[in-house]
């Protein structure tokens, strides 16, 4: 018997954060404000959930106005012809009593590439105000230039402006939706 529950992503207590190198001597941290997505939770057998979630390119902020407006344009995410980033899930692999391998497919400026993403799972717990809530963390890494992110400029002492390598760093408080029935199939 599989036992699924849908849970909407809670945005205000969650965080999608990525770093990229820069100059080849420092990071540059940043983050997306807008962001949504469901996780289908099979308890009996974890490897039958998914993960749906998309992101609003606009919505980049790494704390700088100019280079968040650098980063929307068509040198990198070309925000007006490609405005959001997806996930899909393809599958969820146990590794131990509160971890996860989650493998699926990442869409960046109109390419889809395969990326895994290794989950520990937070908890769960019950608001004050009944809801049923679960926490997850995850963390993965991407070449952008995998996504047609090529912008760059050589730096005379070697290296580059941009590593093509990004880690991504991911907090995700779910919710359980109310008044949806729990799905049970034999």
């Known amino acids: 018997m599989t036992t699924t529950k849908t849970w909407n992503i809670d945005t205000a207590h969650s965080g999608v954060h990525f770093s990229v190198r820069h100059m080849v001597i420092s990071k540059v941290r940043g983050s997306f404000g807008s962001f949504a997505g469901t996780v289908t939770w099979d308890d009996a057998d974890p490897r039958a959930s998914?993960?749906?979630?998309?992101?609003?390119?606009?919505s980049i902020d790494t704390g700088v106005g100019q280079r968040d407006d650098h980063l929307r344009s068509p040198d990198f995410f070309d925000a007006q012809q490609?405005?959001?980033i997806a996930f899909k899930s393809r599958g969820v692999e146990p590794k131990g009593t509160d971890r996860l391998r989650v493998t699926g497919d990442l869409t960046i400026h109109g390419v889809t590439r395969e990326v895994d993403l290794d989950v520990e799972l937070g908890g769960r717990a019950k608001d004050p105000w009944g809801n049923e809530r679960a926490g997850f963390s995850a963390t993965g890494k991407l070449n952008r230039a995998d996504f047609g992110l090529h912008w760059n400029q050589a730096l005379e002492t070697g290296g580059v402006v941009v590593s093509d390598e990004v880690k991504l760093s991911i907090d995700v408080e779910v919710v359980k939706q109310a008044g949806v029935a729990e799905t049970v199939a034999a």
């Open 50 to 58: 998914a993960v749906e979630a998309t992101l609003d390119v606009g």
């Open 82 to 84: 490609f405005p959001q």
